[in-house]
């Protein structure tokens, strides 16, 4: 089992970056791909997640209206358009997957543990 994270990088506060988190090794489609944050000095954080088989999705209130998460299911990948980003999203933002009711449980209780399988995960920085 293999979750990719790529697309992060250096962005200036108000720009936009999108992450993919690319699968392999499971069904995609027995899953839900949910996206988390770690900011230094900080407990990791769900932002939003993403059931791959009936598009359900979840997102922090903190990222409403900014980030929004798709999924290709041919190419099984789930990608995180973040868009006005803030000096304050900067953070490792990490991949995971477990079945549906797992990962909303855990975003909801705003834990990050119990989810099956996770990315290394990818930096993101934004300058003011």
């Known amino acids: 089992v293999q979750l990719v994270e790529s697309g992060g990088g250096l962005v200036q506060a108000g720009g936009s970056l999108r992450l993919s988190c690319a699968v392999s090794?499971?069904?995609?489609?027995?899953?839900?791909i949910g996206w988390f944050r770690q900011a230094p000095g900080k407990e990791r954080e769900g932002v939003s997640c993403?059931?791959?088989?009936?598009?359900?999705?979840y997102y922090t209130d903190s990222v409403k209206g900014r980030f929004t998460i798709s999924s290709d299911n041919a190419k099984n990948t789930v990608y995180l358009q973040m868009n006005s980003l803030r000096p304050e999203d900067t953070a490792v933002y990490y991949c995971?997957?477990?079945?549906?009711?797992?990962?909303?449980?855990?975003?909801?209780?705003?834990?990050?543990?119990?989810?099956?399988?996770w990315g290394k995960g990818t930096l993101v920085t934004v300058s003011s």
């Open positions: 995971a997957a477990a079945p549906w009711g797992v990962t909303i449980g855990t975003m909801l209780a705003d834990q990050y543990y119990g989810m099956d399988y």
């Open positions: 993403i059931s791959s088989s009936d598009g359900r999705t």
């Open positions: 090794g499971f069904i995609f489609d027995n899953y839900a």
